[in-house]
């Protein structure tokens, strides 16, 4: 089994964690301060809230205002880095989550410190409570961080403006009106680092979800410029697609399947159980005398609590295939309990989609 994300806060993490900051501040009580970490509660808290407990108890151990503390973290930053901790280490998103809960009425220190702590571990939950409360400011800072010369801060630019960034606050202005994010995104389609680009993507993916039209606009302007922005206009339209949206199927070479054939669609495994998988396997020919570019996907329709059937898109390829071919594709789809999604007993289905359009469904069953 998978180790949990939250046990990242160990006993090495707190050894190392503790011998950087009595470098740095002699007066430190490491003693008291772990009694204060593994508290009665420590063992149920889960990864967010560990590291909120974190910073909210490493603000008791520090002295001095908040102007003060927030130097003393910065210090910290490079001894961290001596003690073997690497930049983009996620479970330091500790430090911008001080940031967070004590910085918010202390804008200017607070934007200033996130430019330099995200260099370090990204503080794109921190600042979106600033997003919310100094909105115009922040979008302004955003399109100056977008022209930043290091890479994490002008990710932040785009990461941090996401409408529905997973994991953290929303932002409701944003959703209904992503127009103010744009300018950051444009100026950041071209960056020379491919996870900036990816968070572009990933932003405009976002939008997509609340405006296609708008970011179906800027792929048809966008789409032909470079292979990199080709890669950056596919990966934001991936829920465009995956809805089988035709304008977006044509852009990108998705055309029509008049000569497209499923044949021998069945489920393997009819009844399963939880830990199992479901498999299915079909044949697809394509009738026609020319070849035919194929997105190829299942979806599975998973029950619900409520007795309803509610369909995720899986991608099995997108390809050419061959006049006057056919092809046999066996497919599995694991079963197992996530934190994402539950699983309900009963009746599922699963379907086969070509080029946005589904053409066959069968059931199958997950018992006890």
Not at 136 to 144: F, I, P, S, T
Not at 245 to 263: A, D, P, R, T, Y
Not at 293 to 319: H, P
Not at 340 to 368: C, M, P, W, Y
Request: charged share 25%; with cysteine; proline share 4%.
């Amino acid at each position: 089994m998978a180790e949990l994300l939250k046990n990242v806060y160990n006993e090495q993490f707190f050894e190392r964690f503790t011998a950087a900051l009595q470098q740095l501040l002699p007066q430190f009580n490491k003693s008291n301060f772990l009694a204060q970490i593994y508290d009665a509660k420590w063992e149920d808290l889960e990864l967010k809230q560990r590291m909120r407990h974190i910073s909210t108890t490493l603000h008791t151990h520090l002295t001095g205002n908040y102007e003060k503390k927030l130097d003393s973290l910065l210090q910290l930053i490079p001894l961290l880095k001596e003690n073997g901790f690497k930049s983009e280490s996620f479970e330091f998103m500790l430090l911008p989550d001080f940031v967070q809960v004590y910085g918010l009425d202390d804008y200017k220190i607070s934007v200033q410190a996130m430019e330099e702590i995200t260099q370090f571990t990204s503080c794109e939950f921190a600042v979106r409570p600033f997003l919310l409360q100094y909105e115009e400011a922040m979008l302004q800072q955003m399109l100056k961080w977008s022209k930043h010369k290091h890479p994490m801060v002008r990710r932040l630019a785009t990461e941090g403006c996401r409408p529905r960034l997973p994991w953290a606050m929303g932002v409701p202005s944003l959703k209904e009106n992503p127009l103010p994010i744009l300018p950051i995104l444009e100026k950041l389609k071209t960056d020379g680092s491919e996870s900036v680009r990816r968070s572009v993507a990933n932003n405009l993916n976002d939008i997509s979800k609340d405006h296609p039209a708008t970011v179906i606009e800027l792929v048809r302007a966008w789409k032909g410029q470079s292979k990199e922005i080709d890669a950056l206009v596919k990966h934001a339209s991936r829920t465009l697609l995956k809805q089988g949206n035709s304008v977006v199927m044509e852009l990108f070479g998705f055309g029509s399947i008049e000569h497209i054939e499923i044949k021998d669609f069945q489920v393997l495994t009819p009844t399963i159980q939880i830990g199992d998988s479901v498999a299915f396997s079909f044949k697809l020919s394509n009738t026609s005398e020319k070849s035919a570019k194929l997105r190829l996907e299942y979806g599975i329709y998973y029950q619900k609590a409520n007795g309803t059937l509610s369909r995720k898109v899986f991608k099995i390829s997108e390809k050419v295939y061959a006049e006057n071919s056919t092809t046999t594709i066996h497919r599995k789809q694991h079963f197992k309990v996530i934190t994402t999604r539950k699983l309900h007993l009963g009746l599922h289905r699963v379907a086969l989609i070509v080029n946005g359009q589904e053409l066959e469904v069968l059931d199958f069953e997950l018992v006890s």
